[in-house]
């Protein structure tokens, strides 16, 4: 079991730039693939960002490949996602999400059923 609490989200401008934070539980947290997701008012979650147990595998959905970066401190049980040249259209709540991985020798999982444990989610809003 893996509790995950998200921080960092707020309301910016276009073009600005937010750092979300996932701090989790447990002393396992190494083991587990993490991701973000994504939910917009009216739309269906989806994968922004994911990255594998080892950190060596990582995975950008397209609308955010070259702006968004996941990456994973072990050492302090938390996941983050650097987000830059924020748009509009990444207004929503963001959801950290985590899914035991170790023994899995390449790929990441990126898509929400593959994900078990779940946080609160974090609002990010972007003014035009």
């Known amino acids: 079991q893996v509790q995950l609490v998200e921080s960092g989200g707020g309301l910016v401008q276009a073009g600005a730039s937010l750092r979300l934070s996932c701090a989790a539980s447990?002393?396992?947290?190494?083991?587990?693939?993490m991701g973000w997701f994504r939910q917009a008012p009216g739309k269906e979650r989806e994968s922004v960002a994911t990255?594998?147990?080892?950190?060596?595998?990582?995975y950008y959905a397209d609308s955010v490949k070259g702006r968004f970066t996941i990456s994973r401190i072990n050492a302090k049980n938390t996941v983050y996602l650097q987000m830059n040249s924020l748009k509009p259209e990444d207004t929503a709540v963001y959801y950290c999400?985590?899914?035991?991985?170790?023994?899995?020798?390449?790929?990441?999982?990126?898509?929400?059923?593959?994900?078990?444990?779940w946080g609160q989610g974090t609002q990010v809003t972007v003014s035009s």
């Open positions: 999400a985590a899914t035991e991985g170790a023994g899995r020798p390449v790929g990441v999982p990126i898509l929400l059923y593959e994900y078990d444990y």
């Open positions: 447990g002393r396992t947290f190494s083991r587990y693939d």
């Open positions: 990255i594998s147990w080892t950190g060596a595998n990582t």
